[in-house]
């Protein structure tokens, strides 16, 4: 039976033997036991009372490498000093600390940071990190324990601090003219003017067919009631429109696992290009059929020129997995029946799938300007010749060197 749990029965007993056979010393020591016991188990009691330990981010959201303050604060708001005291704090293992070595947690995928040292009574620590993320994604920050014990380290004690911040780390973004797109026209639009288009969702009337109509232009119901083909006429609309469309498919079968740098190189495109196009005044929306953590749908963010649109792509694109849901060419199927005639349709990928090409050569006969960036040399020879494709292999061998 260890001492902390038999001290007072130790020194109670010693007390009434020493009384016994008149041995004053004995007797001391049983009260000095008591004493000492005492003390620590009243100490214990209150070691973490008006003890606070809090966190704060200077940021909760930041791209690779870029710094983020971590201020860390323990007070003692009491008469009762610390003799010592150790805090550790979970990290995720893609969070660094400059110049600050982390231990290894139990926890896959997390890291302690730690500090040592005592405190006395009424007294406050205060530290400051400074964190970078080494990769993109959605990473933790705490919860923290505390240990201490009582001045002679009799019962020690732990409390946890449960409360947990989070960093969402973009992907790395770039110029488009760094990646080799012309600086003045990436995606060939004319410059300076939105260009006119036939929306139909709205009809204006109806006219005669004219050979070279498309089928999906007629109205069946007024050639039936007339005996003549008779063509719809459909209301003009200025649309700027661009859906970002990322194939996280990295390999062709989901067994074969997924190439990382592929993946990366793919994500840091599109992220790159939302926000070129925000810029330029589009309304961008992102379908990719990866999907957040712990969710069952592919993403899909509707077009939307809202000064938080960007954030919500980044933020998707930080967190979304290589997980495939479904196949990109069937989510774009789904969606064409919302796009605006005229979208501007960008397809990011290191591989195109043939059902992909299909849908992508499809997009193009409705009449929308498709694009077809490509990170891999894999993607050569896949895309329909219709459609204007852009290999970034060389670009981002040449980014990657320079850093």
């Not at 009424?122 to 959605?138: D, M, S």
């Not at 109509?213 to 050639?223: E, G, H, Q, S, V």
């Not at 409705?366 to 490509?374: C, F, P, Q």
């Amino acid at each position: 039976m260890p001492f902390r749990d038999a001290w007072l029965l130790v020194g109670g007993a010693l007390a009434i033997i020493g009384f016994g056979v008149a041995e004053p010393v004995v007797s001391a020591v049983g009260f000095v036991i008591i004493l000492i016991g005492g003390v620590s188990r009243y100490w214990h009691r209150h070691l973490f009372t008006r003890t606070v330990f809090t966190t704060s981010l200077s940021e909760h959201r930041a791209f690779i490498d870029e710094p983020v303050n971590l201020d860390v604060e323990l007070v003692n708001r009491k008469a009762l000093p610390l003799p010592w005291y150790e805090w550790r704090m979970a990290l995720s293992d893609a969070i660094h600390i400059n110049g600050e070595p982390l231990a290894a947690a139990v926890v896959p995928g997390l890291s302690w940071l730690y500090r040592k040292g005592a405190m006395g009574w009424y007294e406050r620590r205060a530290w400051r990190f400074t964190l970078t993320a080494t990769e993109r994604g959605h990473f933790q920050v705490g919860p923290t324990s505390l240990k201490s014990a009582d001045l002679f380290g009799i019962f020690p004690g732990q409390k946890e601090f449960g409360s947990t911040e989070y960093i969402t780390v973009y992907p790395k973004v770039f110029g488009l003219e760094d990646l080799g797109f012309p600086a003045d026209r990436p995606f060939g639009e004319i410059r300076g003017g939105s260009p006119v288009f036939e929306d139909p969702l709205r009809v204006a009337g109806l006219r005669e067919y004219r050979p070279g109509d498309p089928l999906r232009r007629i109205d069946w119901k007024a050639t039936a009631r007339t005996g003549d083909l008779t063509s719809r006429v459909y209301e003009p609309s200025a649309t700027r429109q661009l859906y970002l469309c990322l194939n996280i498919d990295t390999m062709e079968h989901a067994w074969e696992g997924y190439l990382k740098a592929e993946l990366e190189r793919a994500v840091s495109t599109t992220a790159s290009v939302a926000i070129w196009a925000a810029e330029q005044k589009y309304a961008v929306g992102l379908l990719a059929n990866g999907s957040f953590p712990e969710a069952d749908r592919p993403i899909r963010l509707p077009p939307s020129r809202s000064r938080d649109q960007v954030i919500r792509i980044l933020e998707a694109l930080a967190v979304i997995q290589p997980l495939t849901l479904g196949d990109l060419a069937g989510a774009l199927m789904r969606e064409s029946g919302r796009m605006p005639a005229g979208s501007t349709v960008v397809c990011i990928a290191s591989l195109i799938p043939e059902a992909l090409a299909g849908a992508l050569l499809r997009l193009h006969q409705e009449g929308h300007r498709v694009h077809v960036i490509g990170t891999s040399e894999r993607v050569s020879g896949a895309v329909p010749v219709e459609i204007p494709l852009k290999l970034l292999g060389r670009g981002y061998e040449r980014r990657e060197a320079s850093t």
